[in-house]
C-alpha cells in the first residue's frame, strides 16, 4: 500500500504524526531504518509515528510506518 493512501486512513480515523512516549519511538525507528522495502528493495525505511489522542492529550492508540522513499510504499511497524 502507498503511503499516500494510508495517510487518508489514518486521518481519517483522527490520527495525527506524533511520536509515543521515547522507548517506543526508539525501538521502531530503529527497526525502521533495519528494514528492506518489499517492492523496490531500498534498505533503511523512514519511521512515520502516528497517534490518536482523546480529549485528556493522552495517546490511546498508536500506530508507526515504516514508508520507503523512494516508491512511497509503506508497512506497518
Do not use: K, N, W
Not at 502507498?2 to 495517510?7: A, G, P, Q, T, Y
Not at 483522527?14 to 525501538?27: K, L, Q
Not at 528493495?41 to 500506530?63: E, Q
Amino acid at each position: 500500500m502507498r503511503f499516500s493512501e494510508v495517510i487518508v486512513e489514518l486521518q481519517r480515523d483522527g490520527y495525527r504524526r506524533a511520536r509515543p512516549s521515547i522507548e517506543d519511538a526508539m525501538a521502531d525507528e530503529a527497526l525502521a531504518t533495519r528494514l528492506r522495502c518489499r517492492s523496490c528493495g531500498r534498505s533503511g525505511l523512514t519511521y512515520r509515528p502516528y497517534v490518536r489522542l482523546p480529549h485528556t492529550g493522552r495517546a490511546v492508540r498508536y500506530r508507526a510506518l515504516a514508508v520507503c522513499p523512494d516508491c512511497g510504499d509503506v508497512e506497518e511497524l
